[in-house]
């Protein structure tokens, strides 16, 4: 499955099937990425960040890609689970680098 | 548990009333940042410190807000004369203070209902 950022802020996917969820990113000197995972009712959960000198980072069952040209990142779930279903949000720094954006989001509904 | 701690996890109250709202936050990090969240939207910057100072307000910080870090570990967020629109899950965050990368580990948050 494949959600595109704030147009499709819905995604479900199978179990063990590969989710990919896409964000597009507004500042393009923007030089750090964090995707974050939240479920109901909990703060957001560090997952994997990317430097813009990167434009792949792995992590356990995740990918993190960044498209630099296209202002673009997308995040990669290998063998989706029940216990990844939360929203996901791609977040970049604001002008100074201490405030982060976060947008929307992305619903992740991985059915049985 | 040596994350991010907030206390409490619920608050409700009415309208007019004013709230605290406590987090602590990893206990090497020396920036904290408070964030609002409502429902079906990702978090809102309000505020930053860097140990005790306040470093950036959000224009979203009215002046019946405000956040205090006396002694550059916990923090406090104080609300005065509650309104409805201030609804919402109120979100720490902390961080080491890295100059390139410094990733924002959340707390639970404390979601806030007002009557």
């Known amino acids: 499955g494949e959600s595109v950022g704030l147009h499709l802020p819905t995604l479900s996917v199978q179990g063990g099937d590969n989710s990919i969820i896409n964000c597009a990113y507004s500042?393009?000197?923007?030089?750090?990425f964090i995707w974050y995972k939240q479920e109901s009712g909990k703060g957001p959960q560090f997952i994997i960040d990317i430097r813009s000198n990167m434009d792949k980072r792995q992590g356990q069952r995740v990918t993190v890609l960044l498209n630099k040209t296209v202002k673009h990142l997308s995040l990669q779930i290998a063998a989706t689970q029940p216990g990844d279903s939360a929203v996901y949000f791609c977040a970049e720094p604001l002008f100074t680098g201490n405030q982060f954006y976060f947008g929307t989001g992305t619903s992740l509904t991985v059915i049985p | 548990d040596t994350g991010v701690s907030q206390d409490p996890r619920h608050k409700i109250t009415k309208r007019g009333q004013n709230v605290t709202f406590r987090c602590d936050p990893i206990?090497?990090?020396?920036?904290l940042y408070w964030y609002r969240q409502t429902l079906g939207q990702g978090p809102e910057f309000l505020t930053y410190?860097?140990?005790?100072?306040?470093?950036?307000k959000s224009r979203l910080l009215s002046d019946r807000f405000s956040a205090e870090r006396p002694k550059g570990s916990f923090s406090t967020l104080e609300i005065q004369r509650t309104e409805q629109g201030d609804s919402a899950m109120y979100l720490c965050?902390?961080?080491?203070?890295?100059?390139?990368?410094?990733?924002?580990?959340f707390g639970p948050g404390t979601r806030l209902t007002v009557l």
């Open positions: 410190f860097q140990n005790e100072a306040q470093l950036e």
């Open positions: 206990s090497e990090h020396n920036r």
């Open positions: 500042n393009s000197a923007s030089d750090y």
């Open positions: 965050a902390s961080s080491l203070g890295g100059i390139i990368t410094d990733t924002q580990y």
